[in-house]
């Protein structure tokens, strides 16, 4: 498998500013950027699998392609904020525009999964957006405005828990025990999945952990119903500005994304496609051909 090279972005906040990771796959100066923003506990390799083939897609077309795949601030090799109250949307959006301003792409495609999609509706979403963060075409994967109140309080039962695993079978055991919903995987699969999200536990020992802030947590446990609620309202409104071609993916056993709220999005805003796949919860992770097809045709064919 070919490696992707790892950058940074350097973005600003009331403590002096951190550094954003972010992992890049094609032709580094290509104008057309296809950004994938992961899930909450997540980080940019889980996109791997698609980079790959939309970069193999874009050759086979004769074109550039550019894959950008950043870890979140808090996560993978992104810096850990100062402050934990800034792990929310707000500042992803901030450090996003910064990424994409230091890019300057002049196509932008935007995948996001769950976080990374309500992360790209607002960016999507933006009145008076800059040239470079004009969003083409949107991939929503498994996310809306409206977030299942019973899904949050199953996220909340584990994040912040990084744990100590003996080895990274271990760990994607373990984590195979929270995340089944992601759908079949082969072992092999699970494992490539796992191992980007560890590090060492820094004990001097062989022992690892998961690679996220345990802070990230903090601002999690202090949503209400109330506050969700508000919060629903606001990502309506920036849903309803998104001029994107969207397409809207849900597995179709997700907790988190209703059927309800899938076909709402389908009548509104951007009216978008939606597309579910079978025996899948939250999240599809574009491992699997079905899936990474859905994703490369909807943004490369015909473009």
């Known amino acids: ?58 050759a086979d077309m004769g074109k550039s392609l550019r894959v950008v795949c950043p870890d979140v601030v808090g996560r993978g090799q992104s810096d850990w904020l100062q402050d934990p109250s800034g792990y929310q949307v707000s500042t992803y959006v901030a450090d ?28 999507a979403g933006f009145p008076g957006a800059p040239a470079f963060a004009k969003v083409r075409r949107l991939v929503l994967n498994d996310v809306g405005p409206v977030i299942e109140w019973q899904a949050l309080q199953r996220i909340g039962q584990y994040l912040g828990k990084t744990g100590v695993f003996e080895n990274e079978q271990q760990a994607a055991d373990a984590l195979w025990t929270i995340a089944s919903s992601f759908g079949p995987h082969t072992p092999a699969q699970w494992l490539a999945l796992t191992r980007p999200l560890l590090k060492p536990l820094g004990d001097g020992s062989a022992r690892l952990t998961l690679h996220y802030d345990p802070a990230i947590a903090e601002p999690f446990k202090a949503i209400t119903p109330e506050s969700a609620a ?40 951007p009216k978008a496609r939606l597309l579910e796949f079978p025996g899948v919860g939250h999240a599809p992770t574009f491992v699997s051909t ?3 097809q859905a994703v490369v045709s909807f943004l490369l064919d015909g473009a």
Do not use: K, N
């Not at 500005?241 to 849900?250: D, E, F, G, M, V």
């Open 1 to 58: 498998m070919l490696e992707p090279s790892l950058d940074f972005v350097d973005c600003p906040d009331v403590h002096g500013g951190h550094r954003m990771a972010y992992w890049q796959w094609g032709q580094a100066d290509s104008g057309h950027v296809v950004l994938c923003v992961h899930g909450l506990t997540r980080q940019g390799r889980d996109f791997d699998v698609l980079a790959q083939a939309l970069c193999q897609r874009a």
């Open 96 to 123: 996003m525009l910064a990424l994409l301003q230091q890019l300057q792409p002049t196509t932008l495609d935007w995948l996001g999964t769950s976080m990374g999609g309500l992360i790209g509706v607002v960016v």
């Open 230 to 269: 508000l919060g629903e309202a606001a990502l309506w409104q920036a849903y309803d500005r998104i001029s994107a071609q969207t397409l809207l993916i849900r597995g179709a056993e997700s907790d988190l994304l209703s059927s309800a709220t899938a076909h709402a999005m389908t009548q509104r805003g």
């Open 290 to 292: 079905d899936q990474v």
